[in-house]
C-alpha cells in the first residue's frame, strides 16, 4: 500500500534525525495537499497500524491540509528538551 510505504519511510526518517540530533521527537507537524492521493484520516489510520506497540505510536502529529503543494511534508519536527 502506497501509505504503508510512506508512513515507513517517515518513521525511518524520524530515526535518522533522533540519531542526528541525539534527541528524541516528541512531535511532528506534516501538510498534506488535497490533491494528493492520502487523506488525514487515511493517512492517520495507516500510521497507527504501522506504529502499534512502537515507541512512535505516541508521537504527536499535527496534520495541516493545503489546497495544493507536495502530497506529504514534514514542516516541523519538536523534541523532547
Keep these: 500500500m502506497h501509505e504503508t510505504h510512506i508512513v515507513g519511510n517517515i518513521l525511518?526518517?524520524?530515526?535518522?534525525?533522533e540519531k542526528r540530533s541525539s534527541k528524541s521527537v516528541k512531535?511532528?507537524?506534516m501538510s498534506l495537499?488535497?490533491?494528493g492521493g492520502i487523506s488525514k484520516g487515511h493517512f492517520l489510520?495507516?500510521?497507527?497500524?504501522?506504529?502499534l506497540g512502537t515507541k512512535w505510536?505516541?508521537?504527536?502529529i499535527?496534520?495541516?491540509e493545503i489546497p495544493f503543494g507536495?502530497?506529504?511534508?514534514?514542516?516541523?519536527i519538536e523534541?523532547?528538551?
Design 12 to 17: 525511518r526518517y524520524l530515526e535518522d534525525e
Design 27 to 29: 512531535k511532528i507537524c
Design 33 to 35: 495537499s488535497q490533491f
Design 45 to 51: 489510520e495507516h500510521y497507527k497500524e504501522k506504529t
Design 57 to 60: 505510536e505516541t508521537l504527536d
Design 62 to 64: 499535527e496534520i495541516k
Design 70 to 76: 507536495p502530497e506529504i511534508e514534514i514542516t516541523r
Design 79 to 81: 523534541y523532547v528538551i
